[in-house]
């Protein structure tokens, strides 16, 4: 089994900033990506951002230059650093990965269980 536990979120006024990390543990071969999207109420769920096994990072357009993704192989964690908070950024956050479970098995997608994050203006 595989879990991704998140730590981090919590209530931040606006300009203000939080971290998020997220760990992956139990049966795992190789991870490909890790990231963080997010779901506001009433929308859809969105990319934040994601980081792939050799680095390179993608941002939603709305945080890039505030947030920065970084990743720790050895560990299995991901961390995103968020700063100058918009009351817009609140939203529950995922964790995301998409990792292979064991030798010979399919990629797969993992998620955890989110975050609240609330940023007050």
């Known amino acids: 089994q595989v879990q991704l536990v998140e730590s981090g979120g919590g209530l931040v006024q606006a300009g203000g900033s939080l971290r998020l990390s997220c760990a992956a543990s139990g049966s795992i071969f190789s991870i490909n990506v890790m990231g963080w999207y997010r779901q506001a109420p009433g929308k859809r769920r969105e990319l934040v951002a994601i980081?792939?096994?050799?680095?390179?990072?993608n941002y939603a357009d709305s945080v890039k230059g505030r947030f920065t993704i970084s990743r720790d192989n050895a560990k299995n964690t991901v961390v995103l650093q968020m700063n100058s908070l918009k009351p817009e950024d609140t939203a529950v956050y995922f964790c995301?990965?998409?990792?292979?479970?064991?030798?010979?098995?399919?990629?797969?997608?993992?998620w955890g269980q989110g975050t609240q994050v609330t940023v007050s203006s």
């Open positions: 995301y990965c998409n990792l292979k479970p064991g030798w010979g098995r399919d990629w797969s997608d993992y």
């Open positions: 980081i792939r096994s050799n680095t390179n990072t």
